[in-house]
């Protein structure tokens, strides 16, 4: 089955503790995305990849970083998370980097509490 | 930059009768224009975009939109409400030739009462 998987889908940690949300597709696509919702802003950009080891910034990167070592995979990974960093993320692929009719494709998203 | 307008954050129905949730764009160029749903403790999902050709675009669940360039504006509307039809709704707009950017709305909450 063609789908996004994220993991952890919760997690509580505590300020200050390094963590990683993973995210994988299994739809070979070239571009990758990291979202956060918050309520009443809707989804915010974070990072994006258009392809391995091609990251670039969204619209809200601090306090964030990524990596794309490999097609299918585009960990988030917080390295010292602080309580405004509590959020629901969401990973999101698309087939081809530069396809704007192109649907992006969402995974079941991660709920993040920082305490 | 484009933008997205959704107007109403939280919009009740009966079931039965017509939703229709609103959303307006601007954007500096042709715009690319999708509607997302999310349900309770699941991603989102794509109900139907517009890209180019006939402006009524018809979604999955009887979910169906009608982009006007004119009133910049790219409503959602389904005749007839169904329970399982409460959940959130995201309207996106990508700018032509602007790759791969979602710009969302900040969403409309639909709750759907018998």
């Known amino acids: 089955e063609a789908q996004v998987t994220q993991n952890p889908r919760y997690l509580i940690t505590v300020t200050g503790k390094k963590l990683t949300v993973t995210c994988s597709q299994n739809m070979n696509h070239e571009y990758m995305s990291w979202y956060r919702q918050d309520p009443g802003l809707g989804l915010r950009q974070i990072y994006y990849s258009m392809n391995v080891e091609v990251t670039d910034k969204g619209d809200v990167p601090e306090g964030y970083k990524v990596s794309r070592k490999e097609k299918r995979n585009f960990p988030l990974i917080l390295e010292s998370p602080s309580p405004n960093q509590t959020s629901l993320y969401f990973c999101?692929?698309?087939?081809?980097?530069?396809?704007?009719?192109?649907?992006?494709?969402f995974g079941p998203g991660t709920r993040l509490t920082v305490l | 930059a484009q933008s997205v307008t959704q107007l109403g954050s939280h919009v009740s129905v009966s079931e039965g009768a017509l939703v229709l949730l609103r959303c307006n764009y601007s954007s500096s160029v042709p715009p690319y224009l999708f509607w997302y749903v999310q349900y309770p403790n699941q991603g989102l999902q794509l109900l139907l975009k517009?890209?180019?050709?006939?402006?009524l675009v018809k979604g999955i669940n009887g979910f169906e939109a009608e982009f006007k360039k004119s009133e910049t504006s790219f409503h959602l509307t389904k005749p007839s409400a169904h329970m399982s039809d409460a959940a959130e709704y995201f309207c996106a707009v990508k700018r032509a030739g602007g790759g791969n950017k979602l710009t969302f709305g900040t969403g409309t909450q639909l709750k759907v009462e018998l």
């Open positions: 999101a692929s698309s087939l081809r980097r530069g396809g704007t009719t192109d649907t992006q494709y």
């Open positions: 517009y890209t180019t050709g006939a402006t």
